[in-house]
């Protein structure tokens, strides 16, 4: 019921930055919060970070002062502005959306990747 696309991935270098988009189909206005995760080859996908319909926001430890999770209730679109990147960030990026009218469930983009190499 909710399509996310994901958008700004690429290739930078070590203390470079990227903007990550996600378009919802929908208003994210209902959606109880929307996240970004990301998987690194042979990893478990973990939180990166997430923000809630009350604008509430929460990272994960290793991207705390470098990452900005923001949204646009206008435009349906969550950003993650991603800056002093490191090598360790390399990733695909999933864009999620979590809502609660039915029961839990979650909705995944289709990634975008994100390589940080020098």
């Known amino acids: 019921q909710v399509q996310l696309v994901e958008s700004g991935g690429g290739l930078v270098q070590p203390g470079g930055s990227l903007r990550l988009s996600c378009a919802a189909s929908?208003?994210?206005?209902?959606?109880?919060?929307m996240g970004w995760y990301r998987q690194a080859p042979g990893k478990q996908r973990e939180l990166v970070a997430a923000i809630t319909s009350g604008g509430s926001t929460n990272y994960a430890d290793s991207v705390k002062g470098r990452f900005t999770i923001s949204r646009d209730n206008a435009k349906n679109t969550v950003y993650l502005q991603m800056n002093s990147l490191k090598p360790e960030d390399t990733a695909v990026y999933y864009c999620?959306?979590?809502?609660?009218?039915?029961?839990?469930?979650?909705?995944w983009g289709q990634g975008t990747q994100v390589t940080v190499s020098s």
């Open positions: 999620n959306a979590h809502t609660v009218v039915g029961g839990p469930r979650d909705y």
């Open positions: 929908r208003s994210i206005f209902s959606i109880s919060a």
